[in-house]
């Protein structure tokens, strides 16, 4: 029985648990006008790529995990860490310590204020911008909010 987690592997053996690393040999994609700031980390994709949309704005202490996509002019603002596979789409703002599980979208023109987990998709905004907050931001029903853009 094996489990993988993130770039590595855990297998059972006779002697016990050992963690065996898989290599990470995709392309990481950084287009035209891409701000990354200091100590920020991306990670290659095992199969796929990762890829940095033109003009996408990436803040100090951020983690882009392996296969995300990050979007056209998107801003990724300090401490966010988006789990490995997460889409983001373009126009989007992701306040400081933003978090989301792997394998998710979030839609075009959205907008997470700090400190908010994401745990489901993110349909794309629908007028104006959308502002999810909280915990557990994905209870769109209770802690959405809209502006007029």
Do not use: F
């Amino acid at each position: 029985m094996a489990w993988s987690l993130g770039r590595w592997i855990r297998i059972r053996e006779a002697r016990g648990w050992e963690w065996h690393k898989i290599q990470q040999h995709a392309p990481v994609v950084i287009e035209d006008d891409v701000e990354i700031q200091s100590n920020s980390c991306i990670d290659r994709a095992t199969v796929g790529e990762t890829r940095i949309r033109r003009g996408a704005k990436i803040d100090d202490l951020v983690l882009v995990g392996h296969a995300c996509e990050v979007g056209e002019n998107t801003i990724l603002c300090g401490q966010v860490g988006l789990a490995g596979s997460t889409k983001v789409g373009n126009h989007c703002i992701l306040a400081g310590q933003v978090g989301s599980a792997g394998h998710l979208e979030i839609g075009d023109g959205a907008t997470i204020t700090s400190q908010s987990g994401i745990h489901l998709d993110v349909r794309p905004a629908q007028s104006g911008r959308d502002i999810l907050y909280g915990k557990q931001a994905l209870a769109e029903d209770h802690r959405r909010a809209q502006t007029a853009a």
